[in-house]
């Protein structure tokens, strides 16, 4: 689905494709530095097969990724977001990552908006997720996607997070 940013930039949100194995790992060389500490809490220079794999190829019910591409250029990755169904059939982890160019303009937000509504449709009720202690832009990201934050926990410079996505 084509979306429009606050800036005017257009973005196709798609789900993730087991074809998009190359793409998710140019992705990911792109990234900044700290973009990849903060998405992965260490350095990440490639992703294994068996990474891309389960990246790449989920079911859409208990594993959801969407991928935010540009329309002029569709093998161009710039974001996801996914979530994992846990254990508790209700909650799912949670996790996004927006390429440095697009920070701050509005993509993380749109992805988490259109994950919660596609994890809602699976019966996902919540998203928990964990992230390094200083990453800001996440959790205020999680407060787009709900009023009612279940659990923020800061311990050891790691931030555990648990949102109620119906709220």
């Given at each position: 689905?084509?979306?429009?940013?606050p800036?005017?930039?257009?973005?196709?949100?798609?789900?993730?494709?087991?074809?998009?194995?190359?793409?998710?790992?140019?992705?990911?060389?792109?990234?900044?530095?700290?973009?990849?500490?903060?998405?992965?809490f260490?350095?990440?220079?490639?992703?294994?097969?068996?990474?891309?794999?389960?990246?790449?190829?989920?079911?859409?019910?208990?594993?959801?990724?969407?991928?935010?591409?540009?329309?002029?250029?569709?093998d161009?990755i710039?974001?996801?977001?996914?979530?994992?169904?846990?254990?508790?059939?209700?909650?799912?982890?949670?996790?996004?990552?927006?390429?440095?160019?697009?920070q701050?303009?509005?993509?993380?937000?749109l992805?988490?908006?259109?994950?919660?509504?596609?994890?809602?449709?699976?019966?996902?009720?919540?998203?928990?997720?964990?992230?390094?202690?200083?990453?800001?832009?996440?959790?205020?990201?999680?407060?787009?996607?709900?009023?009612?934050l279940?659990?923020?926990?800061?311990?050891?410079?790691?931030?555990?997070?648990v949102?109620?996505?119906?709220?």
């Amino acid at each position: 689905m084509l979306h429009t940013l606050p800036a005017g930039t257009q973005i196709l949100l798609r789900p993730i494709e087991p074809g998009d194995k190359a793409r998710l790992s140019l992705a990911l060389g792109r990234l900044s530095q700290e973009t990849i500490r903060k998405r992965f809490f260490a350095a990440k220079p490639r992703f294994t097969s068996s990474e891309l794999r389960y990246l790449t190829e989920v079911d859409g019910h208990n594993h959801i990724a969407l991928v935010a591409v540009l329309p002029e250029d569709p093998d161009s990755i710039v974001g996801v977001a996914r979530c994992v169904r846990l254990s508790d059939p209700d909650l799912a982890e949670f996790a996004i990552v927006v390429g440095d160019p697009y920070q701050g303009r509005g993509l993380g937000t749109l992805l988490a908006r259109e994950l919660a509504r596609a994890a809602r449709a699976a019966g996902i009720r919540r998203f928990a997720a964990t992230m390094l202690g200083d990453n800001d832009a996440v959790r205020r990201v999680m407060r787009t996607i709900t009023a009612h934050l279940e659990q923020d926990r800061l311990q050891g410079g790691v931030r555990e997070v648990v949102v109620d996505l119906a709220a």
